[in-house]
């Protein structure tokens, strides 16, 4: 079992930055992937940034490459996710999720993902 717990959203204006943070409660070395998923209202959910905790292979959305970055603190066990340039679009709800597996080219497969945090919310204002 693992236990996640985000931390970081909030309201900013287009182009700010945000730094979202997930905390886990077992070492994340040992998790299989990591992702972060978000949501916009009326919207499915999406995979925006991944990680295998293990191997150090990231994963990323075309909408978000060269502005968001996925790092990880494994002292801390925890995942950050950090945003800059932000846009309107990127306004959703933002959840951490975990998986014992090795996600590969699935890694922003929703179904994958069986241990999941209760979200943080990304607004983007114009």
């Known amino acids: 079992q693992v236990q996640l717990v985000e931390s970081g959203g909030g309201s900013v204006q287009a182009g700010g930055s945000l730094r979202l943070s997930c905390a886990a409660s077992r070492y994340i070395y040992i998790i299989g992937c990591m992702t972060w998923f978000r949501q916009a209202p009326g919207k499915e959910r999406e995979g925006v940034a991944g990680t295998y905790t293990t191997g150090g292979t990231t994963y990323y959305a075309d909408s978000v490459k060269g502005r968001f970055t996925i790092s990880e603190d494994t002292a801390k066990d925890t995942l950050h996710l950090q945003m800059d340039s932000l846009q309107p679009e990127d306004t959703a709800m933002y959840y951490c999720?975990?998986?014992?597996?090795?996600?590969?080219?699935?890694?922003?497969?929703?179904?994958?993902?069986?241990?999941w945090g209760q979200g943080t919310q990304v607004t983007v204002s114009s």
């Open positions: 999720a975990a998986t014992d597996v090795f996600c590969g080219v699935n890694w922003d497969l929703v179904r994958l993902y069986n241990y």
